[in-house]
């Protein structure tokens, strides 16, 4: 049996903060009841005894519902754009691929969720029951949870401090419903921030399974990916290995390769000689892999003999090969 | 409106700079830092006199330092402020400031939550001794949060000399992000030059056949839709993403030679005018000083019919 705190209503993202200032510290926070920001707030005495940076009382909901996921993996990198939720998607979907196998992907993007549009069910909504919040299911082994499907329109944009994230993030983990899964896919922002502190916090007990780290080819990519790769060891999560997309690009009318972000600096490969973590692969850029998440349909199913579909799966094999499987 | 609120510290310290261009998209890795680097590129080539200068407020994943060819320099603490970095070295026409400065390891990662950050975003505007600046050009990470809303917040005071530019790549789902990006500007009145469509259509070098890598015309569309000037597409240019990618950092601890820095930021520029980008972004940045002249004689009026 799962423990609840009660039935939870889907949440308004544009709602404005429960009752917490603008600059809340955070509970946890050294600083909890003492900050500037904390004059006037009616917590403000709770805060300052010290009593609420005890353990988060999420955690023990967050471990209940994560004991019945089996496998969870972060896909992270410290650039943006650099395909970080395409490749959460094609992951789950090759996860899917197998029908005995449930799969999860949590998108906890909140400023800039992908995951609905590159799914194609960017028009769903989240339901409420007894038993938490339904992820969203692309097919019936594939759910998915994003803050896009709480939104009123697309074009809203949740303008919101770290407290306010990680609150949401603490509710996808203990609200959603997310029944029996082999995998969880926990799609993040760029940065080594908020939304990674917390989800490294929140499932510490529960165990992360390791991280999938992409990057692109250029220095000015890598210099962030190296941060990201630091941040996994400060934080001591497992790096399952370094992809490296958009390497090379085949002209469809001459068929020469060249490559739009050069390796200046050695690339993906030697990153990961340098930081000593598995090189899993490189995907070329192919147009139809931006031209299929905009349109929300699986590139691995569309165009199977395109060479990123090779080294999509490829990647893939490895990672199971990782984490054992 | 009141004229109190200019005397706080970012207010008093950022007096004497005229315009203030943020340059904001919903989506990562779309080119922010490198049209940050362009448009001070070109607003400092724009006039012989002109001062301008880049901070860099992607806290967790600042770029500005390597696309200047920055790295490794050090920030030095003065009586008046910290120093920013110039790029163009004794000219300093050109200053930089960023949180790649203040770290000791190429690998340190800085993993702050929302306070930390908001306050080092007030340092960066309160404490960087700047000077007279005609353009402050401001960097921001993806998404619409933390940075974005101190950013906003501490630049209060100087509301009225703020503006902002969107960059999106052409396909939906960057489009999407800038979306959300645009409703932040209106939901903090925040003026928007326009919209850059970067990455628009790649020329195979070897054919010259043009490949929309991203799709195109997106951000134009957009634009005509959302009522908002379109300032031009950039396609994806090798040449300069190599030029800002590769910058010669093997001098960059020889920290005393001045002379040396000039010399290499005058080839920053003087390469960047060689690329095919450059010609496109001159038009850009046209368009921009333009808009903001007529705003800033616009605003003049005003004063004068309201004294």
């Not at chain 2, 950050?117 to 949060?145: C, E, H």
């Not at chain 2, 409703?183 to 020329?203: D, K």
């Not at chain 2, 300069?240 to 601890?253: G, P």
Request: net charge negative; with cysteine.
């Amino acid at each position: 049996m799962i423990a609840l705190q009660q039935s939870t209503p889907a949440p308004d993202p544009l709602s404005v903060p429960s009752n917490a200032p603008e600059h809340c510290p955070g509970t946890e926070s050294e600083l909890a009841g003492k900050a500037d920001a904390c004059a006037g707030c009616a917590n403000q005495e709770i805060c300052a005894s010290g009593q609420s940076r005890g353990p988060d009382p999420a955690l023990p909901l967050v471990r209940a519902r994560m004991a019945s996921v089996k496998r969870k993996i972060l896909v992270l990198s410290g650039k943006g754009g650099v395909g970080k939720s395409t490749f959460t998607a094609q992951l789950g979907w090759a996860f899917a691929a197998d029908e005995q196998i449930q799969t999860g992907i949590m998108d906890v993007d909140i400023c800039g969720p992908s995951i609905p549009t590159i799914l194609g069910i960017a028009s769903e909504q989240v339901h409420a029951s007894s038993s938490g919040w339904s992820p969203v299911y692309v097919q019936d082994n594939l759910g998915v949870m994003s803050v896009g499907f709480m939104l009123p329109s697309a074009r809203d944009a949740v303008m919101w401090r770290g407290p306010k994230k990680n609150g949401l993030i603490s509710q996808f983990l203990k609200d959603v419903d997310w029944g029996t899964l082999d995998y969880l896919v926990v799609d993040t922002p760029p940065g080594t921030s908020d939304e990674h502190l917390s989800i490294v916090q929140y499932l510490k007990e529960s165990g992360i399974d390791g991280a999938v780290v992409i990057t692109t080819p250029q220095e000015v990519a890598l210099q962030d990916v190296r941060r990201e790769i630091d941040f996994c060891r400060k934080v001591g999560i497992r790096v399952l290995g370094l992809v490296e997309n958009m390497s090379g690009f085949v002209c469809p009318n001459c068929k020469t390769e060249s490559q739009i972000f050069k390796p200046s600096t050695g690339g993906g490969r030697k990153l990961a000689q340098d930081m000593d973590v598995e090189f899993l692969g490189a995907v070329p850029l192919d147009p139809r892999i931006g031209k299929s998440a905009d349109y929300g349909i699986s590139f691995l199913d569309e165009y199977p003999d395109s060479p990123a579909t090779t080294a999509y799966l490829d990647i893939i094999e490895k990672i199971k090969e990782q984490l054992g499987d | 409106m009141a004229a109190p609120a200019e005397d706080t510290p970012v207010g008093r310290r950022l007096k004497n700079v005229k315009n203030i261009i943020i340059v904001c998209s919903g989506k990562g890795g779309v080119g922010k830092s490198s049209v940050s680097t362009q448009l001070a590129l070109c607003l400092r080539a724009s006039s012989p006199t002109a001062r301008v200068a880049i901070l860099d407020v992607d806290l967790t994943g600042p770029s500005i330092p390597r696309m200047l060819g920055l790295d490794g320099h050090p920030v030095h603490q003065s009586s008046d402020g910290w120093v920013p970095v110039y790029a163009d070295g004794s000219e300093a026409r050109l200053a930089c400031m960023s949180v790649g400065f203040l770290l000791k390891k190429k690998e340190d990662s800085v993993v702050w939550r929302g306070p930390k950050k908001n306050a080092m975003i007030r340092q960066f505007l309160s404490d960087v001794r700047w000077g007279d600046l005609d353009y402050l050009v401001v960097d921001t990470p993806p998404g619409t949060s933390d940075e974005h809303l101190s950013l906003v917040e501490h630049l209060a005071p100087v509301h009225s000399r703020l503006s902002a530019v969107i960059v999106t790549t052409p396909q939906a789902v960057a489009l999407l992000d800038a979306l959300k990006c645009l409703s932040f500007t209106r939901a903090t009145s925040l003026p928007v030059l326009g919209v850059i469509e970067n990455m628009s259509g790649y020329v195979c070098p070897c054919c010259g056949e043009i490949s929309n890598v991203f799709s195109t015309g997106g951000g134009e569309a957009m634009a005509s839709r959302e009522g908002i000037p379109f300032l031009g597409s950039l396609p994806i240019d090798t040449e300069l993403v190599t030029l800002l990618d590769a910058s010669d950092v093997s001098k960059a601890e020889d920290t005393a030679s001045t002379s040396d820095g000039e010399v290499r930021s005058f080839r920053l520029l003087e390469n960047y005018e060689k690329t095919p980008t450059a010609s496109l972004f001159k038009t850009i940045a046209e368009q921009i000083t333009r808009t903001l002249a007529s705003r800033q004689s616009e605003g003049d009026v005003a004063i004068q019919q309201t004294a």
